[in-house]
DNA sequence: ATCCCGAGGG
DNA sequence: CCCTCTGGAT
């Protein structure tokens, strides 16, 4: 059984986040959505499915929709077709649907502040919950999903076998300061440099402190 | 472990 | 043409 990597010492992780705040200025996608109905739904509405597609299919939508009652008055048809272009679109459109009526049902409306209770709305589970606990209520929970799971491991930011282990590895490992800004900052870096099939090592910006090997092409 | 699924990229 | 994409539910 191979043994887990130590995560980069502080200095570098201090160094790697300075590097990453200043590439990237300015936060977009979570402060697009300070209402939490909206940002729960286009996380939600993100599995397996591309930004940009979520972000176009959202954009008319949200001007429209606010709150789990307008969403309840748009409908299950409505909402299909206006996330038509997004995949899983019929699955989630129902499950958007359904969410809502929970909310407007039990809890007057609003976004709940609790894991449990966020994990038992269909279409979220630990990773959409985590995205609401640390942008809404600015708990300190680490959504880690595909994009932050390949960059802490390969950077060795926060080193981990499974979600558990690098959820642990970001509180423990960040340093204090970074912590808020961390989950945006690795998410970007995931999508536009640390990319899956190809990662763009020669333009990376924290190239030289990172361990990762393939630096072909 | 497997299915859900359309758009965009290589 | 084949693959992947900010997961979640079974």
Redesign the pocket.
């Known amino acids: 059984m191979a043994r887990l990597p130590a995560p980069l010492p502080y200095q570098t992780q201090v160094a790697i986040f300075s590097r990453l705040r200043d590439a990237n200025p300015a936060p977009v996608?979570?402060l697009q959505h300070q209402n939490p109905y909206q940002l729960l739904v286009a996380?939600?509405l993100?599995?397996?499915?591309?930004?940009?597609?979520v972000n176009?299919a959202t954009e008319d939508l949200f001007d429209r929709i606010h709150t789990p009652q307008q969403m309840l008055e748009l409908g299950q048809d409505g909402l299909t077709e206006a996330i038509?272009?997004?995949?899983?679109?019929?699955?989630k459109a129902q499950?958007v649907i359904r969410m809502s009526q929970i909310l407007v049902d039990d809890y007057g409306g609003q976004v709940p502040s609790s894991r449990a209770a966020l994990?038992s709305?269909?279409?979220?589970?630990?990773?959409?919950?985590n995205?609401i606990l640390n942008c809404v209520f600015g708990q300190p929970a680490q959504?880690v999903?595909?994009?932050i799971f390949r960059v802490c491991n390969r950077t060795r930011i926060a080193p981990g076998r499974d979600v558990d282990e690098v959820e642990r590895g970001i509180e423990d490992n960040i340093p204090a300061e970074f912590q808020q800004n961390a989950h945006h900052w690795l998410?970007l870096h995931?999508?536009y440099i640390c990319?899956?099939?190809?990662p763009r090592c020669p333009i990376c910006p924290i190239n030289d402190l990172c361990p990762y090997e393939e630096k072909t092409a």
């Open positions: 996608t979570e996380v939600a993100s599995a397996q499915s591309t930004d940009a597609g176009r038509k272009t997004i995949g899983l679109f019929r699955q499950n994990m709305l269909p279409g979220v589970g630990r990773k959409t919950a995205v959504a999903d595909t994009h998410i995931g999508r990319q899956a099939r190809r």
